[in-house]
């Protein structure tokens, strides 16, 4: 059975840093593109960051150079480090595995963790 478990989230200042945790459990974790998401409310979900089974990642422009996302195998975890937070990254992060179909990034697992809050104020 699928677990994801994200953590980390808060509430903080504009300009702090976050570093979320994703533990996940029942796929095999270092064979998996994994990622993070994100939804405001009123908004769809969005892919925000993406790490291959290489180490390679991939992000969101408006999250490029501020936020960093890295695996550890080991643990079966991945993070996401942000910096420079701004109030437009206010939402609930998730992560899940990243699929390509065609010239799509769809998520791999149909449900979801519980998800992780992170507000930014002004």
């Known amino acids: 059975q699928v677990q994801l478990v994200e953590s980390g989230g808060a509430l903080v200042q504009s300009g702090g840093s976050l570093k979320l945790s994703c533990a996940a459990s029942g796929f095999l974790f270092s064979a998996l593109r994994m990622g993070w998401y994100r939804q405001a409310p009123g908004k769809q979900r969005e892919l925000v960051a993406r790490?291959?089974?290489?180490?390679?990642?991939n992000y969101l422009d408006s999250v490029k150079d501020r936020f960093t996302i890295s695996r550890d195998n080991a643990k079966k975890t991945v993070y996401l480090q942000m910096d420079s937070l701004k109030p437009e990254d206010t939402a609930v992060y998730y992560c899940?595995?990243?699929?390509?179909?065609?010239?799509?990034?769809?998520?791999?697992?149909?449900?979801w963790g519980p998800g992780t809050q992170v507000t930014v104020s002004s």
């Open positions: 790490i291959e089974t290489s180490g390679n990642t």
């Open positions: 899940n595995g990243v699929l390509r179909t065609g010239s799509q990034l769809v998520p791999k697992f149909g449900s």
